[in-house]
């Protein structure tokens, strides 16, 4: 059975009183799609059934035991779907996948679109089985199913101006019911820096433990960068743009003074609510240390070489 992280802390990553105001005024108004986070068990995890074609390990995977698919399907965080742990599960079968392009364009040589389909087929797809770490504490170990983001820049020449990457969820009002309220800026953007971007261990996700990616952990495609913490992975991606300057990312916007543009995994720099120092695996009762970098730092710490990550959070 699934162990949910105690209430000891908010049950949303969003943050401005006015939103959590909002909030309460519709659970107070008795709108259905609203469910308090104390609840009861989230709605059952769908397994969406359909295998992905062949997969061969990767690099990079941790051998520590994955949590349950049901862990990892019925609670997460995909705001377009509703502020609750178990929203994404109960509202994202509203969610279509095909047809999906994905747009790729900002400081490129040319703009491009592509069909899903096609970029299934740009490289063998790998599994990867990486730690995943919220800034709220909790924490999972998944077998994702992808291929290294690097694998876009053979297909886009960049400028010479690209230094930063910005990632675009879809944010359509019609399949995604939560868009219509102010709980984030939509659509959802991310941002990475180019080398960050590019680095091996960045991986695009279309599946996860054997399976096509389930709608409410971000079907049909969607990041992950293991050594950040999850709000990084933008899901359900629509557009990609390479741009000069540091983005504005959704939860910069929301609040700059909790989340920075970098959000590395560090036990060592506290969030304003949550403590960083310490996390609890989704089905596990005992907490663990967090690891800097979420354990990756052999692979990613010389990237940081030279900066101020308390500064640069
Ligand atoms: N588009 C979009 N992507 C998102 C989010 C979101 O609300 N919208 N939530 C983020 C957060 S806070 C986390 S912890 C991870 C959760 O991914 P999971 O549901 O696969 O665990 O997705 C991230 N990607
Ligand atoms: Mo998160």
């Not at 949590?67 to 079968?93: C, L, R, V």
């Not at 909790?138 to 690209?162: C, H, M, Q, Y």
């Not at 969820?169 to 800026?185: F, G, V």
């Not at 989704?282 to 800097?292: A, D, I, Q, V, Y």
Request: with cysteine.
């Amino acid at each position: 059975m699934l162990i949910r992280p105690p209430a000891d802390h908010l049950p949303s990553e969003i943050t401005p009183q006015a939103l959590f105001e909002k909030r309460r005024q519709l659970i107070l108004g008795g709108s259905a799609l609203l469910v308090g986070a104390s609840g009861t068990l989230p709605a059952t995890a769908a397994s969406t059934g359909e295998k992905l074609g062949k997969t061969r390990p990767g690099p990079f995977s941790s051998d520590e035991k994955p949590t349950s698919f049901e862990s990892m399907t019925s609670y997460g965080n995909f705001y377009e779907f509703g502020p609750d742990k178990d929203s994404p599960a109960k509202n994202a079968h509203r969610l279509r996948t095909r047809p999906w392009t994905l747009t790729i364009d900002g400081e490129v040589k040319q703009a491009r679109t592509f069909a899903i389909e096609d970029i299934l087929n740009w490289a063998p797809l790998e599994e990867r089985t990486y730690r995943l770490r919220c800034v709220e504490g909790w924490s999972a170990v998944v077998p994702w199913i992808g291929f290294p983001f690097a694998e876009l820049l053979k297909r886009v020449d960049i400028t010479g101006n690209a230094k930063f990457v910005e990632f675009w969820s879809l944010a359509d009002r019609e399949q995604m019911p939560y868009i219509r309220l102010p709980l984030l800026d939509w659509p959802y953007v991310e941002g990475l820096r180019l080398d960050e971007a590019m680095h091996p261990l960045t991986l695009f996700a279309v599946g996860m433990y054997g399976e096509v990616m389930p709608k409410q952990n971000g079907a049909p495609i969607r990041l992950i960068v293991p050594w950040k913490y999850g709000f990084k992975g933008a899901k359900s991606i629509v557009r990609i743009r390479f741009v000069e300057k540091q983005p504005q990312t959704a939860w910069i916007k929301a609040a700059p003074d909790e989340y920075g543009f970098y959000s590395n995994v560090n036990p060592d720099v506290p969030h304003k609510r949550w403590s960083q120092s310490q996390e609890r695996r989704l089905g596990e009762f005992f907490k663990r240390k967090t690891l800097p970098f979420n354990g990756y730092g052999e692979q990613v710490a010389n990237l940081y070489s030279g900066m101020d990550l308390r500064k640069h959070f």
